[in-house]
Nanobody
Framework: QVQVVESGGGLVQPGGSLRLSCAHSGDVFANYAMNWYRQAPGKEREFVAYISSNGGSMKYADSVKGRFTITRDFSRNTVHLKMNSLKPKDTAVYYC?????????????????WGQGTLVTVSS
């Protein structure tokens, strides 16, 4: 079955940078659009970034646009989220999400898979 595993979280000072990784396995990586979401303590999960299944389109939440960059490495079946100019408000658990392209969806298989998350703490 499809699985995604996040890594790269940690403690970073305001203004610093961090790169998160999401390893995808269990199915054809190129059949899935990939997303990053985050959830801060006491708040609802929010969308952060999206990259299409072929890597041709990216979308970002307004709160991170210009600071974060999402990429995918087809040779390693991995998606990255490069985070620059980090702010305390970026502190959250970051979750990777894999969403199958409807063209490749199969009956009985989940359309989305979530990772367990990786914690990013931005603090002095």
């Amino acid at each position: 079955q499809v699985q995604v595993v996040e890594s790269g979280g940690g403690l970073v000072q305001p203004g610093g940078s961090l790169r998160l990784s999401c390893a995808h396995s269990g199915d054809v990586f190129a059949n899935y659009a990939m997303n990053w979401y985050r959830q801060a303590p006491g708040k609802e999960r929010e969308f952060v970034a999206y990259i299409s299944s072929n890597g041709g389109s990216m979308k970002y939440a307004d709160s991170v646009k210009g600071r974060f960059t999402i990429t995918r490495d087809f040779s390693r079946n991995t998606v990255h989220l490069k985070m620059n100019s980090l702010k305390p408000k970026d502190t959250a658990v970051y979750y990777c999400n894999a969403q199958v392209d409807p063209i490749f969806a199969r009956p009985g298989c989940p359309d989305e898979v979530w990772g367990q998350g990786t914690l990013v703490t931005v603090s002095s």
